[in-house]
């Protein structure tokens, strides 16, 4: 299962404003998440090369999907268990990545975050129980 997204980031220098865009796909296989993507300037030209980052599902602390308004997609919002997991994917934030995801991709998302949030469950109380 894969789902597209998207989102925006802003870089100030002295008075400039730089606005780049990252779009990617996240899947999971084998108890990782999987993000690729490239980087994209304002007029849509490639800023980077096609990039892979994967992380360990287990150092996920916590996935939602959050409703966008009425004709917009979403976001798929992920938080790490520690800043530096998400450190390598442009645009994260203190541990925090929000990817958005459009209207059409909205169904694909929200199974995806609940899968993910039962196998998440299913791991923690594996993990209890030994």
């Given at each position: 299962m894969s789902i597209p997204f998207n989102y925006s980031m802003?870089?100030?220098?002295?008075?400039?404003?730089t606005v780049k865009e990252v779009k990617g796909i996240l899947s999971f296989m084998d108890r990782e998440l999987l993000f690729e993507y490239k980087v994209y300037d304002?007029?849509?030209?490639?800023l980077s090369n096609l990039s892979k980052f994967s992380i360990q599902l287990e150092h996920i602390k916590r996935l939602k999907y959050k409703k966008g308004f009425l004709f917009s997609g979403g976001k798929l919002i992920l938080e790490a268990n520690q800043w530096a997991f998400f450190e390598p994917i442009p645009g994260s934030e203190q541990g925090l990545l929000k990817l958005n995801i459009k209207r059409r991709d909205k169904n694909e998302a929200i199974r995806f975050s609940t899968k993910m949030n039962l196998y998440m469950s299913q791991q923690r109380l594996d993990n209890m129980d030994e």
């Open positions: 802003y870089e100030t220098k002295d008075v400039q404003v304002m007029h849509g030209n490639a």
